[in-house]
C-alpha cells in the first residue's frame, strides 16, 4: 500500500487542525508544545497498538517511510519557515546590533559543535555505557554535535514572540537563533564532507574553501535576489497584493535550487533574502512616511503559512517517534541523559563567553545570557539532519538518531514550558 502527497498533505493537515483545536480547549498549552505532545501520545498509542496487531505496526511504520522526512524539512518546509521567520524580525534593531548577533551565532555553534562532539566520544569509550563497539570515529560524534548545535528558529520565534521581552533581547535572540541555524547547516556539511571523503583526503584548504563558499556564496545570493525582489516589489506596488504573494513565494522556492546548484547555504540565503525584503523601504512622495516593499497582506499571508507549517512540522517530529524507536537499545537511556546535560552546559558557555566579551563594550539586560541559553529549542532540524547520516553507521546512526531525539524532546518540553516562568 503507497500513499500519494495529496493523502500525506490532507492527513497531515486533519491531523494539524483536530490536535490544534484539542490544545487550544483542552491542553491550553503554547502551540508548539501542545501539539508535539499530541503527536508522540499518537506514536506511542501505535506502538502500544502494534505489539498487539503487529501488521498494523508494520503498515504505519511503511506508511511513514513512504515520505522522505529530511527532504520535506530541509528542501521544502525549511526554506518557508526560515523566510517567515526572517520577515517578522525588526531589520533595523537587528542591523543596530549585528555583531552581537554574528558572534553568538558563530561562536555558540562552533563550540558547542567541538564540546559535545569531544564530549560524547569520550563518554562512547567508557566501559559503563558499553557503546564502545558501534564503531564511531570522532569525525561521526562531531557530526551530532554540529547537527544538536544549532537552535530551531521556529520553536525559538514562536515561543519568544509570547514572552513580553523587550525589543533589543527579542530581537537578539530571534537574530542569533536564524543566523546559527545556517552556520550549523554549514559546519554540519563540511563535516559530512569530510566523512565522506575520509579524514586522509582532506586538507584545510579544501575544508577553508567549502566553509567559505557555503557561507558567503549563500549570503551573497540572498542579498543578491532580496535587491532584485525589492525592486520588483516596489515596482509592482502595494495595491496588487496577490501578486506580492506570488513574487515572494517564487523567490522563496527558487533560492534553495540555485543555492543547490553552485553548493551554496540555501539556509543563509533564504534568512538573508527575508531580511532584505523586511527591511527596505519605498519612498512615495505622493503619501506622507515612508512605506514597506511588501504590503500588509503579504505579512498576514506569511504569517498564516508560517502557522500551518509549523504545526504540521511539530507532527512530523512527534510522528518520527515510529523511525527512530525501531533500532532502540536499553543502554542508550543512560548515555541519553549525560548528552543533554552536556548539550546545555556547552550552549550555556557558548552564550556566556561571547556575552562576556562583549558586556565590555554594550549593555545586556540582566540574566540575557541564561534567556538565550534556555531559549535554545531544538527541533525538526536537528532530525532531519540526523536522518541524512549514512545507513553505513549501522547502530552508530540509530545512537545519533535516539540522542537527537531525546534532546530535541528536552528542550521542546522541558525547557519550552518553563522559560516563560524563567523569563517572568
Known amino acids: 500500500m503507497t500513499i500519494s502527497v495529496l493523502e500525506l498533505a490532507t492527513i497531515l493537515l486533519g491531523l494539524a487542525s483536530v490536535f490544534s483545536l484539542i490544545n487550544l480547549r483542552v491542553l491550553k498549552l503554547p502551540q508548539t508544545i501542545g501539539l508535539m505532545i499530541l503527536a508522540i501520545a499518537l506514536s506511542v498509542s ?23 522526512f529530511s ?31 554574528l558572534f553568538l551565532a558563530t561562536f555558540g555553534v562552533v563550540f558547542s559543535t567541538f564540546a559535545v562532539g569531544s564530549g560524547l566520544y569520550w563518554l562512547i569509550q567508557l566501559p559503563a555505557f558499553q557503546l564502545n ?13 554540529a547537527l544538536i548545535a544549532p537552535t530551531d528558529p521556529i520553536a525559538v520565534l514562536a515561543m519568544v514572540k509570547k514572552m513580553n521581552l523587550s525589543s533589543i533581547t527579542e530581537t537578539r535572540i530571534a537574530g542569533e537563533s536564524l543566523f546559527n541555524d545556517g552556520i550549523g547547516v554549514v559546519v554540519f556539511l563540511t563535516l559530512l564532507n569530510i566523512q565522506t571523503d575520509g579524514v586522509e583526503n582532506i586538507t584545510a584548504w579544501s575544508v577553508g574553501s567549502l566553509f567559505l563558499t557555503e557561507v558567503v556564496g549563500g549570503i551573497a545570493l540572498g542579498a543578491l535576489m532580496g535587491y532584485l525582489g525589492s525592486k520588483l516589489l516596489a515596482y509592482v506596488e502595494n ?6 504573494v506570488l513574487i515572494t513565494l517564487s523567490l522563496v522556492l527558487l533560492l534553495p535550487i540555485i543555492s543547490h546548484h553552485f553548493h551554496f547555504s540555501a539556509v543563509l ?100 545570557a541564561l534567556i538565550i541559553t534556555w531559549g535554545g529549542l531544538r527541533g525538526g532540524l536537528s532530525i ?41
Open 46 to 68: 501505535i506502538l502500544v497498538l502494534g505489539w498487539v496487531f503487529p501488521n498494523f505496526l508494520e503498515s504505519v511504520i511503511f506508511l511513514t517511510e513512504q515520505f522522505d
Open 71 to 101: 527532504e520535506l524539512l530541509v528542501n521544502v518546509m525549511l526554506p518557508f519557515l526560515l523566510f517567515a521567520g526572517a520577515i517578522s524580525v525588526d531589520v533595523h534593531e537587528l542591523l543596530k546590533d549585528k555583531v552581537t548577533v
Open 133 to 145: 563497539t558501534l564503531g564511531l570515529s570522532y569525525v561521526d560524534c562531531l557530526l551530532f554535535g
Open 239 to 244: 495595491e496588487h497584493v496577490e501578486l506580492e
Open 269 to 368: 540565503g533564504v534568512v538573508v533574502m527575508g531580511l532584505f525584503l523586511n527591511g527596505n523601504i519605498d519612498v512615495d512622495k505622493d503619501k506622507e512616511g515612508l512605506q514597506r516593499v511588501m504590503g500588509d497582506y503579504v505579512y498576514k499571508f506569511w504569517h498564516l503559512l508560517d502557522e500551518t507549517l509549523n504545526a504540521i512540522l511539530f507532527i512530523l517530529i512527534g510522528l518520527e517517534v515510529l523511525a527512530i524507536f525501531q533500532g532502540f537499545n536499553s543502554n542508550f537511556l543512560l548515555i541519553s541523559i549525560v548528552v543533554i546535560v552536556l548539550v546545555v552546559l556547552s550552549r550555556g558557555i557558548g552564550v556566556f563567553i561571547p556575552i562576556g566579551i562583549l558586556s565590555f563594550f554594550k549593555s545586556f539586560e540582566k540574566r540575557t
Open 384 to 424: 532531519a539532519l540526523a536522518l541524512n547520516l549514512s545507513d553505513g553507521m549501522g547502530e552508530g546512526k540509530s545512537l545519533i538518531l535516539f540522542l537527537t531525539y531525546a534532546v530535541v524532546l528536552f528542550t521542546i518540553l522541558g525547557q519550552g514550558l518553563t522559560l516563560k516562568k524563567l523569563v517572568q
